[in-house]
């Protein structure tokens, strides 16, 4: 087992930046970000792996950056240019035997933190 705590969440203007974090109780080969809008599914952002290897959505990428410290157990998202049709609870997750963005059995959740972006 896993826990996972997020912090970071909050109000922000369109184009804004907000800087996500994520504290796990112990080590895992991947750590991510995905978040849900109100009446939409689940959807993967982000992942880092142990080794550095980073994915993230076309959606995100170029305005959002993903890193780990792995002797602390953390990780980061730093969102910028946000819009506000990424307004949503954001879900940290890892899991240990792989990295992926799409929604599948196995990862272990934080309790998520939400994000608002205004317009």
């Known amino acids: 087992e896993v826990q996972l705590v997020e912090s970071g969440g909050g109000s922000v203007q369109t184009g804004g930046s907000l800087r996500l974090s994520c504290s796990a109780s112990?080590?895992?080969?991947?750590m991510g970000w995905f978040r849900q809008a109100p009446g939409k599914e689940r959807e993967g952002i982000a992942y880092?792996?142990?080794?550095?290897?980073?994915r993230y959505a076309d959606s995100v990428k170029g305005r959002f950056t993903i890193s780990r410290d792995n002797a602390k157990n953390t990780q980061t998202l730093q969102m910028n240019s946000l819009q506000p049709e990424e307004t949503a609870m954001y879900y940290c997750?890892?899991?240990?035997?792989?990295?992926?963005?799409?929604?599948?059995?196995?990862?272990?959740w934080g309790q998520g933190t939400q994000v608002t972006v205004s317009s």
């Open positions: 112990r080590s895992t080969f991947c």
């Open positions: 880092i792996t142990m080794y550095g290897t980073t």
């Open positions: 997750a890892a899991r240990q035997d792989r990295c992926g963005l799409g929604l599948e059995d196995g990862y272990y």
